[in-house]
């Protein structure tokens, strides 16, 4: 376990678990005791939203200040390289940390209300859905500093906008505001930085109520796509496990009912 010191706010509401990046101070820069208390913060939220009727049905990753996450913190870098160590945090915590993000079972959105930069952006691209601030810009930060993608970028990104794009948006190292960000389909839903907080709880909301076990099993069929003949076999036995649950037979009933289903999560 990981001494916080409230880098890391945690907060349930409405089935949603909001997950507050605090430290901005510093722009949200990902020191040790950051990337250990989201460690922390990305495996309790897969821990608490596993059993079915779980109280966290959606998780919000999201940050305070100016910046959303500005990447590696450079005076912890400058540190290590002179110390000739520092390769150990990425496959210690920045693999972990991203990893257990992607992991989480229930939809995961990144509210973006500043500059996702470096590890910042691996971190907003490791969540289902972005919703984006006009104030806000994605920016690789990477090539700038002799170094090459971590925390999952150069899958996620060539998976969202194609190897090409992925490769000149990483290799050119430019900000991509956030006006283009929602062109090349990087986020979701772009609002202005006053809507932003109420967007989100609004697809948040619409995930917590919405039928959790097909969710995660949408997600993990999508996450493990294969050749069709497996896709549709793992599909079958999605099938299969949903076809007893309660939110499956609350869907059939109020679609014959004609009334808007209530599910539960179960």
Known sequence: MSENNNLVL???????????????EAYNSLDKTLRLALIDAFRNAQKDSQELGSAVRAVVLRAAGKAFCSGQDLKEQLQDTQNRTGMEKVVEEYNPMVELLAGISVPTIAALQGPAAGAGWGLAMACDFRVMSTAASFKGAFTGVGLAADSGLSKTLVDC????????????????PAEEALELGLVENLVEPAELEAATEKLAASFAG????????????????????????????AQLRLFNTADHSEAVAAFVGKRPPQFKGE
Do not use: H, S
Not at 161 to 176: E, I, P, S
Not at 213 to 218: G, H, L, P, V
């Open 210 to 237: 919405g039928p959790t076990a097909a969710y995660k099993e949408m997600k993990a069929l999508v996450k493990n796509a294969a050749a069709i003949n497996e896709a549709a076999a793992a599909e079958a036995e």
């Open 161 to 176: 906008v194609g190897r090409a794009k992925a490769l000149q948006l990483l290799l050119m190292d430019r900000k991509v």
């Open 10 to 24: 945690v907060e349930d509401k409405a089935g949603v678990r909001y997950i507050t990046i605090n430290r901005p």
